[in-house]
């Protein structure tokens, strides 16, 4: 099993939590790495760990009998509801913390107002740590202010995905493209890493595209559980990953009328399956984004060709992806390059710029010194700086902000240069690895 990675922060929460809380949630979407987490978290603490399962508040107290019957040696232990087996761990002096993970299901079950009397009235020297998967019970009936345990959480804790600067942690060695090609399938999801041997182009064709395996059929899963209607979803999220992006265009492929879309794309918004993004500093229309890799790879890659595959049949699967994983790539390599450069520049607000036809990858200002760095990505070898430049000026004098006081500069990032530029600052892949690294051992220090 591979070590526990860039959860630093998040254990150290967990430990001053420790220290001086009573409840705490921790949640994030599925295979993200919570239970991991929480087990290292335990590891030296006198602890009991639950699973809830996807069924009755019966089934589960049944369950958690059978369990604690079993880690105590005390034959036939039956509890009549969850107030009555709390009452049973507070009377016990060989526990410290009570691990519910999957509280999700107690939550869907109907079991939270019990808990707000547990936590009000039984809950006194023992901890209690809540995990969750399913985003939007979570967000809705735990977080909200009408939640029977508002006001009663002392850490609340999102688990994200890992970043890319990770990979390098999680495959010693790697190269920069493999790693964009790894990221830009997985999103870093820990659990979809753990089937990758290897971090490159061709390992993301063997693993994604076998149906043998999670991350094939894992996006399917997590929407037909979390969302009603899914088909509808499905639909908006292969528009938008297959590049439609304004309200009409996916109106238009989905077949959705155009006064209905707002909802399900409201819906997709709070679940954080997709984002909303203007031009920076403009308040014109937008459009919309698959928020996290492995989705926007999965609705392009896997979904279209979902029974094929699932048949048996990858030809026509794998002749779409090679033709098209690079250019996809193109995309990945704009969102995790344009992060770490913004990591070597002081700024203020960030954005992608477009107006017309005229489109600028990624504008950084500094609005304490008027400053405006333009920046331009290009997914190639040998690129020539001064061709790219001399476009990216004629774009930048569409930008308005600060027109005739700022200053400016120009940096455009690429796999290699032919040559460098005398008027702006160039990033190849080699700089952008060595940024990565150097986050990555920046962290290490801080935690």
């Known amino acids: 099993m591979k070590p526990l ?3 630093r922060e998040e254990l150290r929460a967990l430990e001053e939590w420790y220290n001086k809380g009573r409840v705490a949630l921790i949640f994030g979407r599925r295979r993200v790495g919570k239970t991991r987490l929480v087990l290292e978290f335990i590891k030296n603490k006198r602890a009991v760990y639950l699973l809830a399962a996807d069924s009755t508040l019966e089934y589960n107290l049944a369950k958690f009998s059978d369990e604690l019957s079993e880690r105590f040696s005390v034959p036939g232990l039956r509890f009549k509801d ?10 016990r002096s060989d526990v410290d913390i009570v691990v519910i993970d999957e509280f999700g299901y107690l939550v869907k079950a109907g079991a939270l107002p019990q808990f707000q009397r547990i936590v009000d009235l ?5 901890k209690l740590v809540l995990t969750g998967s399913t985003i939007s019970a979570i967000e809705s009936k735990l977080l909200g202010y009408r939640s029977p345990l508002y006001g009663r959480l002392d850490l609340v804790k999102k688990i994200q995905p890992l970043r890319f600067h990770h990979l390098f942690e999680w495959f010693p060695g790697a190269t920069f493209d493999g790693a964009i090609a790894v990221y830009g399938a997985t999103g870093g999801v820990p659990r ?4 990758f041997s290897k971090c490159t182009g061709d390992e993301v064709e063997k693993v994604m595209l076998n149906p043998d395996i999670l991350p094939f059929r894992d996006a399917k899963l997590i929407i037909e559980e979390e969302l009603p209607e899914p088909h509808r979803y499905f639909q908006i999220l292969e528009a938008i990953a297959g590049g439609r992006t304004r309200l009409s265009e996916i109106s238009h492929v989905t077949g959705i009328e155009p006064h209905k879309l707002p909802y399900y794309l409201g819906v997709l918004r709070y679940l954080g399956y997709v984002y909303y993004e203007k031009p920076l500093l403009e308040g014109k229309r937008g459009t919309y984004r698959v928020k996290e890799p492995y989705f926007a790879f999965w609705f392009r890659f896997i979904y279209p060709f979902y029974e094929e595959i699932e048949s048996g049949l990858k030809t026509h699967a794998e002749t779409y992806f090679r033709k098209n994983f690079n250019t996809y790539l193109g995309q990945v390599f704009e969102q995790v390059a344009g992060e770490l450069v913004l990591l070597k520049i002081k700024h203020t607000r960030a954005g992608r710029w477009w107006k017309g036809d005229t489109e600028i990858d990624l504008i950084a200002i500094d609005e304490e010194t008027a400053k405006a760095y333009f920046i331009e990505f290009k997914y190639s070898f040998d690129v020539d700086p001064e061709a790219e430049l001399d476009r990216l000026k004629k774009k930048t004098a569409l930008f308005g902000w600060k027109k005739d006081t700022r200053k400016e500069e120009y940096i455009v990032v690429a796999k290699s240069f032919k040559r460098q530029s005398s008027q702006a600052t160039t990033i190849d892949q080699q700089k952008l690895h060595e940024i990565a690294l150097e986050t990555l051992n920046n962290e290490r220090e801080k935690y």
């Open 5 to 7: 990675i860039d959860r």
């Open 82 to 91: 969850f107030e009555e087996l709390f009452r049973f761990i507070e009377g």
């Open 122 to 126: 039984i809950l006194d020297t023992k």
């Open 192 to 195: 979809y890493l753990e089937f």
